[in-house]
């Protein structure tokens, strides 16, 4: 069972450490933020929110070295080491790595502007990480909404919480292989995906014309450093970049609440504070389940 004051007699300052390493961090570089929010959800979608994401391995067999999980950005796992370190040095062997990076993923989004939102604790750390555990969980970006809600579904989360949850894409960015199949032989008479803008698909054709495979471009085009609701505004715009967030705008089971968020930033982002509380809570180990790692990138 979490409680958002778990660890008041054991670690009452944990919530302002936290804040403060993450802050530190995010000054350093923005990226911070995308970096620690999407690993936050990779986490809780391989064996729940236990930090197994976090393990390393000398065989690169951990889920860190699965094929999705490669792209997880060097800064989120740093915030969390970092914010760990400082955690230790005050309530050493009592807060988990999997709550640490619970808080620091509400911290970036208040960081680039989202919602203040309170966070549940008490979660134990896992004892399993094994890349070959990653497949099939993690949702991949040419999925239509049957295929989003399926695995969406199976960790207890809504329609609605994954709409509010694909609203993270309103910062940080994307290699251009996850959405190259959009641009170039869509299809037999269509080069380019007709249900994206076509203006916007040429800057993308031009923005991804470096051969260079670490070519990136901004998820959200107008804003990629600020938690705002024009991510919604881009799928009404027919300006979303994977086929998975266009889906939401296309498909007539989600476009009605896609055009409230893109309306109204208030409701966006109590949808959004509620479905990460959910996304908090998939697959949690409490009690005397899984251990407090001393270490977030080792098993004790
Ligand atoms: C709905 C299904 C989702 C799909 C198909 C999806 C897919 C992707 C893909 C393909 C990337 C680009 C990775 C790269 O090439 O570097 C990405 C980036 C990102 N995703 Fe998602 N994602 C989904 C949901 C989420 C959720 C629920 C969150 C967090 C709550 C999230 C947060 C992010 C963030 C912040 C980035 C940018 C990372 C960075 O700049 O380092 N995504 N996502
Ligand atoms: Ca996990
Ligand atoms: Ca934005």
């Known amino acids: 069972q979490l409680s958002e004051n778990y660890y008041a007699s054991t670690c009452p300052s944990v919530e302002l450490i936290v804040k403060q390493a993450v802050t530190t961090k995010f000054k350093q570089t923005v990226t911070t933020a ?18 197994s ?20 950005a060097g800064d989120g796992f740093d915030t969390v080491i970092k914010a760990k370190t400082a955690v230790e040095s005050q309530c050493p062997g009592v807060v988990s790595c999997a709550d640490i990076l619970a808080l620091a993923a509400r911290d970036v989004v208040v960081l680039v502007g989202g919602p203040e939102f309170k966070v549940e604790l008490g979660r134990r750390d896992g004892l399993v990480s094994k890349a070959s ?17 399926q695995i969406f579904a ?26 190259a199949n959009r641009l170039h032989n869509f299809s037999t008479f269509m080069p380019v995906d007709p249900t994206m803008d076509p203006v916007y698909a040429q800057q993308l054709i031009q923005a991804c014309s470096d051969p260079n495979p670490d070519a990136v471009v901004d998820i959200d085009l107008t804003s990629r450093d600020t938690f705002d609701n024009s ?7 027919r300006k979303g970049l ?8 296309n498909d007539l089971s989600s476009q009605a609440t896609v055009v409230r968020f893109a309306n109204n930033a208030e409701e966006f982002y109590s949808a959004f504070s509620s479905a990460m509380r959910n996304l908090g809570r998939v697959g949690v180990k409490v009690g005397n389940q899984g251990e407090i790692r001393r270490d977030c990138s080792a098993f004790n």
């Open 231 to 237: 991510y919604y505004q881009n799928l009404v715009a």
């Open 133 to 149: 555990r990653v497949t099939g969980k993690l949702p991949e970006p040419g999925l239509d909404v049957r295929g989003l809600v």
């Open 242 to 249: 994977f086929t998975s967030d266009q889906a939401l705008f």
């Open 34 to 51: 995308p970096a620690t929010l999407r690993m936050f959800f990779h986490d809780c979608f391989v064996e729940g929110c236990d930090a």
């Open 53 to 72: 994401v976090f393990i390393a391995s000398e065989n690169e067999d951990a889920e860190k070295d699965a094929d999705d999980n490669k792209s997880l």
């Open 154 to 179: 199976s960790n207890g989360l809504s329609l609605t919480d994954m709409i509010a949850l694909s609203g993270a894409h309103t910062i940080g960015s994307s290699h251009c292989n996850r959405f």
